[in-house]
């Protein structure tokens, strides 16, 4: 009987996901959860082999929900939700549908899928942790769908840790600038020189996460915030 534990990964195909995995796969059977099947099978190649592919768009409720059902979990030992959108505008210049597509993808999703799954979480008194931003605990002007969305994410964490007490840990994670292909994207589409050197590695915001997976059960980390040193 394969008694290892498990780990499923949201936005795992690349970033902070990738990251992640490649550390929780030291300790944890995985599951990388990512939109595209192709990238994940680039990104599992050098991951163990018993490493688990759910191609599936999260913001899909009904896929979401048949993908789910279909791994047939009893226990669950970690959920990390990294898949998340960034976005530019002035309230100003937002629309209905843009505010739909990301809070759908940085809200309501992992919401979701954590309801799916919480009762593999309570068998297995799982750790659920949120990848936020530092845009989660300050507003940024310009940011206004950004920083509500990981707001809002926050209160979900607050929330699930308060109703899971004594059941499952929850966990918030906000890291600063992280050396990613969405903020290079972001930093081009702002005109802004990219320099990797001023961000944080994924490898440190993924130590982070396996902090919170790997604490003994007496301890929950509720929060974390990260920002780059600038030691390099």
């Known amino acids: 009987m394969n008694d290892r534990k498990i780990a499923l990964i949201t936005g795992a195909s690349s970033g902070i996901g990738l990251a992640a995995a490649q550390r929780l796969a ?32 999260i913001t899909d409720s009904e896929a979401l929900r048949k993908a789910v059902a279909s791994l047939g979990l009893s226990r669950l030992d970690a959920l990390v939700h990294s898949a998340g959108l960034d976005a530019i505008g002035r309230v100003a210049d937002t629309d209905p549908q843009e505010w739909q597509r990301v809070l759908a993808l940085n809200v309501t999703a992992p919401a979701y899928l954590t309801s799916l ?17 530092g845009a989660g605990l ?55 020189p990219y320099r990797a050197e001023e961000h944080l590695r994924p490898e440190s915001v993924a130590e982070s996460i396996a902090l919170a997976v790997l604490l003994g059960p007496d301890a929950n980390v509720h929060e974390i915030a990260l920002g780059p040193a600038g030691l390099n």
Do not use: W
């Open 26 to 57: 030291q300790t944890h059977r995985l599951i990388l959860v990512a939109r595209g099947e192709e990238r994940l099978r680039a990104a599992a190649a050098a991951l163990p082999a018993d490493t688990e592919l759910l191609a599936v768009d």
């Open 117 to 133: 799954l919480l009762p593999a979480l309570r068998e297995a008194h799982g750790t659920v942790v949120f990848i936020n931003s």
């Open 138 to 192: 300050r507003a940024i002007p310009n940011f206004p769908l950004y920083c509500a969305s990981k707001h809002a994410l926050r209160a979900v964490t607050e929330c699930l840790r308060g109703e899971e007490q004594g059941r499952v840990r929850v966990s918030n994670i906000a890291p600063g600038r992280v050396d990613t292909p969405m903020q290079e994207r972001l930093q081009a589409s702002l005109g802004n």
